[in-house]
C-alpha cells in the first residue's frame, strides 16, 4: 500500500513538472495502479494544456528537415538515403562554391521565421574568400566597466585555414595557424613552435563569422531589438536565443551583412563582448603566413610524430603487426596516406571524402594488453557486440591543441574507440554519427550502433533522488559559462555524490571514494548509470539524468542510488 | 485542399510544410496533450505524428481531405504503438483502453460533457481526499505544499491522495 501511494505520487509530481513521467515507458506493476494513474490524467484534464515553449514550431521544422520529410532540394536520393549527412555550411562551400548549392544548403537549415535575417547573412559570406579582421575581447562586469583582455589578429578562409595571432593581453606573441597540411603554435615566449596534425582540430578561434552564421542559422529565435554605430559602421543590433544556453546579441553591418560584433548574455555579474575592427575580406591568407617557418633560435617539438610508408605492409613491418581490416577505402572516401607512429608502434590511415576532401578520418590502430576503459565523457555503444567509446564533440585528443574554452564552440569532430582481440581501433573523424556509422559498416563489416537516449527505459533505482528543475538549469547556466565543468563528467558527479553520503558533513582532503572505483554499466548520453566499487561505500550503484540539456554540454545529476547490499 | 498544393505537399516543399504545420500542431498537440498530460510527451508525439503523417502523404496516392482527423488518427497510432510495446512487458492498461469514448474528444461539446462527468465525482469525494486532489493535480502543488496548506503529514496527504483517486476511478467506471 505504501509504495502505491508513494508511485502515484511521484506520478503526479512528474505530470506537474511536465515531463513524461518513467512510468509511460515501463509496465505498470498493476492494473489497479494503472486505473489511478489514468484517473489523475483525467482529472487534470481540468487544467489547461501546458503549450510547447518558444521555439517549439521552429525545432519541429527544424527536425523535419534532418528527419526527411522536407525535401532537400539537389540532394540525391543515395547520399540522403544513405549518409543523410549534417552538412555544415564549410563543407559545401570547401565542394563547390556555387550560389545554388549555397542556396538550397541555406533553405534547409534556416529556422522558421529567422529565415530574412540568417539568409542575408549566409548569402554576404557566401562571397567572401577569406577574411582578416582585428578582434578586440573584452569583459563588461555588472557595474558596465569594460576591460580588454586580449587583441587578435585574425586571418581565416573558407577551406578552415586560419592564422591568429595575439597582439595583446596574457597571450601576447602566441600564433596559432592551421594551412590544412599541417597546424602549429608559435610561443614567442618560450621560442617554442609547437607542430601538429592538421586534423583532427578541435581548435576554435573566438567569433569565427561563418562559425557565427551557422549558430545564428540554428537559433531558435533571432528579433532585431535596435541600431547601434561600431567603429564608423552602421550596424543592426539582433538578440539570438540559441538551442542552449543564454541568449546573446550581434551587431550586423548594415552594409556587407556581416556580424561585427559578438555580446554574451550577463551570468554571474560578468559578459563577454567581441568585436571586429578594421575588417577586409581577400581572396586568400597571404602565403607568408600559411607557410611554416622556424624563427631563429626557436626549438621545434613536433606533438605527433609519425613516419609516412607507402603500403600497409610497410607499416605493419615497422608497427610489428598486420592489421586485419578491408583495405578498400569506404564508399564516398579514399585513403589519404598510411603513417606509423614509431615511439607507440600505431599504425595510422587516413581517409578523405573523394567528393571534396572535407570530410577526413583518421584511423589508429595499436595492439593493447590492458582493460578497455572509455572515457567518462563518452556514450557506451557497440560495434557488433562489442563495446565501443563514443564521443560526439571531441575537444582533446593526443597531440592536438584542445578546443573549447570560454569562446570555444562545439565542433564536429567525433571519435570511436573500441578494442577486439587484443588490438585497440580508434577513428576520429568529421563526419557525422550517421555517415559514421555507414563508413564503419563498409570498412569492417560491422553495425555501429550509438544507444537513443530514452528508447529503452533503464532500470529505476531503488532510492530516487529529489532534485529541484529550477537550481539545476541555474547549474547549467554556471557550467555554460565555464564554472564547474566537472558536472559535465557522470563519473564525477558520482564519486562527489558518494563522497558527501560517506562524510556527510563536508569533504577534507581526498574524497573518501575514488575517481578509478567507479564505471560506467551505461550511458545513453541521458541517462547514465555508475557503479560503485568500494567496500567501503555504502552505495553500489548511482543513476545519474542530463535534467536541462540532452547534449555534451548538458550537466548531470544525481536522480537516484541502490544502497550496498 | 487544392490538387496543386497537396501534391507539393507531396514532394515535400517546405513551405507547403510549413504551412500545414502553422495551421495544425495547435490542435494536435493539444489532442495529444488531453491523452498524456504532460508538455514533454505531448512534444514529443506531436513531432513524431508529422514526421510519420508526411512520411504516409509522400508514398500514399490518395488525397487526403481533413488534415486534422487525418493526424489526430496518427497520433493515435503513434500512442496505440507505445501502448503495444509497453503491453508486451506487462500487463496493464494502456493509454488508449482506458478511455473508450477517445474519439469523445474530437468533439468539444463531449470534452464539456467529460470534465462535468469529473467535477460531479470530485464533489462526491469527502472534503479532504476532493481538497487534496485539487491541490495536488489541478493546481499542481507538491505534496510539501499541500501538507503546509492543509496543516497535515506529507504522508498522511499521500495516503488521502490514493483513496481518494481509488474513489475517484470507481465513481467514474460507474458514470461512464
Redesign the interface.
Known amino acids: ?1 505504501r509504495k ?3 508511485i ?2 511521484e506520478y ?10 518513467a512510468r ?6 498493476s ?1 489497479e495502479l ?3 494513474m ?10 489547461e ?4 515553449g518558444d521555439g ?2 521552429s ?3 527544424s ?3 534532418k ?5 532537400k532540394k539537389g540532394a540525391s536520393s543515395k547520399s540522403s538515403a544513405k549518409y543523410a549527412r549534417k552538412r555544415v555550411w564549410q563543407k559545401s562551400l570547401a565542394a563547390v562554391a556555387t550560389i545554388a548549392l549555397i542556396a538550397v544548403l541555406a ?2 537549415i534556416l529556422p ?1 521565421g529567422n529565415s530574412n535575417i540568417v539568409h542575408a547573412m549566409e548569402r554576404s559570406f557566401d562571397a567572401v574568400k577569406a577574411y582578416h579582421g582585428i578582434l578586440e575581447i573584452a569583459t563588461i562586469d555588472g557595474q558596465g566597466q569594460e576591460t580588454i583582455q586580449m587583441v587578435l589578429d585574425v586571418w581565416a578562409d573558407k577551406e578552415g585555414r586560419y592564422h591568429v595571432a595575439h597582439i595583446e593581453g596574457t597571450y601576447d606573441g602566441l600564433i596559432t595557424a592551421n594551412n590544412g597540411r599541417t597546424k602549429w603554435q608559435k610561443r614567442a615566449e618560450e621560442k617554442s613552435l609547437n607542430v601538429f596534425p592538421a586534423f583532427p582540430d578541435p581548435y576554435r578561434f573566438a567569433f569565427e563569422l561563418g562559425k557565427e552564421i551557422e549558430l545564428a542559422a540554428n537559433a531558435i529565435e533571432i528579433r532585431e531589438v535596435g541600431e547601434d554605430t561600431i567603429a564608423g559602421r552602421q550596424t543592426t543590433v539582433l538578440e539570438v536565443t540559441p538551442q542552449g544556453g543564454l541568449s546573446y546579441r550581434i551587431w550586423v553591418d548594415k552594409e556587407t551583412k556581416l556580424p561585427l560584433r559578438k555580446q554574451s548574455g550577463m551570468f554571474n555579474a560578468i559578459q563577454y563582448r567581441m568585436t571586429y575592427k578594421d575588417v577586409e575580406f581577400a581572396d586568400a591568407i597571404p602565403d607568408e603566413l600559411m607557410s611554416l617557418s622556424v624563427p631563429d633560435g626557436f626549438t621545434v617539438v613536433d606533438e605527433n610524430p609519425v613516419q609516412l610508408v607507402s603500403s600497409i605492409e610497410e607499416a605493419g613491418a615497422i608497427a610489428g603487426f598486420l592489421p586485419a581490416i578491408s583495405l578498400e577505402a569506404p564508399e564516398g572516401f579514399e585513403i589519404e596516406r598510411i603513417a606509423v607512429e614509431t615511439e607507440t608502434k600505431t599504425i595510422k590511415m587516413y581517409f578523405i571524402s573523394s567528393s571534396d576532401g572535407y570530410e577526413k578520418a583518421v584511423l589508429s590502430l595499436r595492439r593493447t594488453n590492458s582493460g578497455f576503459e572509455p572515457d567518462a565523457m563518452a556514450v557506451l555503444g557497440k560495434i557488433g557486440d562489442v563495446d565501443t567509446e563514443i564521443i560526439l564533440n571531441v575537444q582533446d585528443d593526443l597531440g592536438t591543441i584542445p578546443g573549447g574554452g570560454v569562446y570555444g564552440g562545439s565542433n564536429d569532430i567525433c571519435s570511436v574507440r573500441w578494442q577486439h582481440d587484443a588490438y585497440e581501433y580508434k577513428l576520429v573523424a568529421n563526419i557525422s554519427p550517421e555517415g559514421l556509422t555507414v563508413f564503419i559498416k563498409d570498412l569492417f563489416g560491422k553495425e555501429l550502433t550509438i544507444p537513443a537516449a530514452y528508447e529503452e527505459p533503464q532500470e529505476g533505482p531503488m532510492i530516487k533522488v529529489p532534485y529541484d528543475i529550477e537550481v539545476e538549469k541555474n547549474t547549467q547556466k554556471s557550467v555554460d559559462s565555464g564554472s564547474s565543468p566537472w558536472r559535465l563528467d557522470p563519473v564525477y558527479v558520482a564519486q562527489v555524490f558518494v563522497s558527501l553520503e560517506m562524510s556527510p558533513g563536508g569533504i577534507e582532503g581526498d574524497y573518501p571514494i575514488d575517481y578509478d572505483d567507479l564505471s560506467i554499466l551505461s550511458n545513453d548520453g541521458v541517462n547514465a548509470i555508475i557503479e560503485v566499487n568500494d567496500p567501503e561505500s555504502p552505495i553500489s550503484r548511482v543513476y545519474l539524468e542530463r535534467l536541462v540539456r540532452q547534449d555534451d554540454t548538458g550537466i548531470w545529476t544525481v536522480v537516484g542510488y541502490d544502497p550496498a547490499p | 485542399m487544392e490538387e496543386k498544393e497537396f501534391a507539393k505537399l507531396q514532394e515535400g516543399d517546405r513551405e507547403s510544410v510549413e504551412k500545414l504545420f502553422a495551421s495544425t500542431w495547435k490542435d494536435i498537440y493539444r489532442f495529444i496533450y488531453y491523452k498524456v498530460q504532460n508538455r514533454e510527451e505531448a512534444e514529443d508525439i506531436t513531432q513524431e505524428t508529422y514526421v510519420r503523417a508526411l512520411d504516409h502523404i509522400r508514398r500514399s496516392d490518395k488525397k487526403i481531405e481533413k488534415h486534422v482527423d487525418f493526424l489526430k488518427t496518427v497520433s493515435l497510432n503513434i500512442l496505440r504503438d507505445r501502448w503495444r510495446k509497453r503491453s508486451r512487458r506487462g500487463t496493464m492498461v494502456g493509454i488508449e483502453s482506458i478511455d473508450p469514448t477517445e474519439t469523445a474528444v474530437e468533439d468539444s461539446s463531449d470534452i464539456v460533457s467529460q470534465r462535468e462527468l469529473i467535477r460531479n465525482a470530485l464533489d462526491r469525494l469527502s472534503e479532504e481526499q476532493r481538497k487534496v486532489i485539487e491541490l495536488r493535480i489541478i493546481k499542481g502543488y507538491s505534496t510539501a505544499e499541500t501538507a503546509k496548506i492543509m496543516n497535515k503529514k506529507e504522508g498522511t496527504i499521500r495516503v488521502l491522495q490514493y483513496r481518494g483517486l481509488k474513489a475517484l476511478a470507481e465513481l467514474l467506471k460507474n458514470s461512464v
Not at chain 1, 509511460?24 to 506493476?29: I, L, M
Open positions: 500500500m502505491k501511494e508513494k502515484l505520487s503526479i509530481d512528474s505530470l506537474n513538472a511536465e515531463i513524461k513521467p509511460h515507458g515501463k509496465p505498470a506493476e492494473a494503472e486505473e489511478l489514468d484517473t489523475v490524467r483525467k482529472v487534470r484534464s481540468l487544467r494544456p501546458a503549450m510547447p517549439f514550431e525545432r519541429v521544422i527536425g523535419l528537415s528527419t526527411g520529410p522536407i525535401h533553405y534547409f522558421f
